[in-house]
T-cell receptor, first 115, second 111 residues
Framework: EAGVAQSPRYKIIEKRQSVAFWCNPISGHATLYWYQQILGQGPKLLIQFQNNGVVDDSQLPKDRFSAERLKGVDSTLKIQPAKLEDSAVYLC?????????????FGPGTRLTVT | DAKTTQPNSMESNEEEPVHLPCNHSTISGTDYIHWYRQLPSQGPEYVIHGLTSNVNNRMASLAIAEDRKSSTLILHRATLRDAAVYYCILRANTNAGKSTFGDGTTLTVKP
């Protein structure tokens, strides 16, 4: 079974530029998550999708971050414009469904550096 | 959201058992206890989860207190490859399964 795929693995941009990350979850997984992980901290949930609908985006900075999950499969996370404090690893995860009986599977992450 | 509390760091000797504690005093009746670990430069990896009863799998065992306010992840024989940050989180069966990661426990395994 293929795991969660993310690209790119690394990205360096200047502040005020825009950037997009892509995630392909495990086939058949209804729930997709985007997390932000700042160095030395645990992952922070940015947005959670159930199929192609958003169920939780309470911690997504909506003035600069956006995400979509077209057709309930792949997802993209965009930052526009980027700030220095956005430097972090962006993790995508998926699970078969949203409830607590199901574990989450994480991708390798995209390391973003904003200079 | 229900929160978990873990020690910042723990050390273990190779080939000895390791007991990683987690407190979750505000756990609700429908919250599952999940454990993940994160090796350097990798995404978190699922380890084990349970609701009320103790659980075993090929990676570890999960011991859940009778009142469910704490749990312990048990690695039966630590290896150098077990050195990682271990996260204990609660995943609800309500509220879209919302869960919150803390900062986890950094496990160091000494040869």
């Amino acid at each position: 079974e293929a795991g969660v795929a993310q690209s790119p693995r690394y990205k360096i941009i200047e502040k005020r530029q825009s950037v997009a990350f892509w995630c392909n979850p495990i086939s058949g997984h209804a729930t997709l998550y985007w997390y932000q992980q700042i160095l030395g901290q645990g992952p922070k949930l940015l947005i959670q999708f159930q199929n192609n609908g958003v169920v939780d985006d309470s911690q997504l900075p909506k003035d600069r971050f956006s995400a979509e999950r077209l057709k309930g499969v792949d997802s993209t996370l965009k930052i526009q414009p980027a700030k220095l404090e956005d430097s972090a690893v962006y993790l995508c995860a998926s699970s078969l469904d949203w409830d607590g009986t199901y574990e989450q599977y994480f991708g390798p992450g995209t390391r973003l550096t904003v200079t | 959201d229900a929160k978990t509390t873990q020690p910042n760091s723990m050390e273990s000797n190779e080939e000895e058992p390791v007991h990683l504690p987690c407190n979750h005093s505000t756990i609700s009746g429908t919250d599952y206890i999940h454990w993940y670990r994160q090796l350097p430069s990798q995404g978190p990896e699922y380890v084990i989860h349970g609701l009320t009863s103790n659980v075993n799998n090929r990676m570890a065992s999960l011991a859940i207190a009778e009142d469910r306010k704490s749990s312990t992840l048990i690695l039966h024989r630590a290896t150098l490859r077990d050195a990682a940050v271990y996260y204990c989180i609660l995943r609800a069966n309500t509220n879209a399964g919302k869960s919150t990661f803390g900062d986890g426990t950094t496990l160091t395994v000494k040869p």
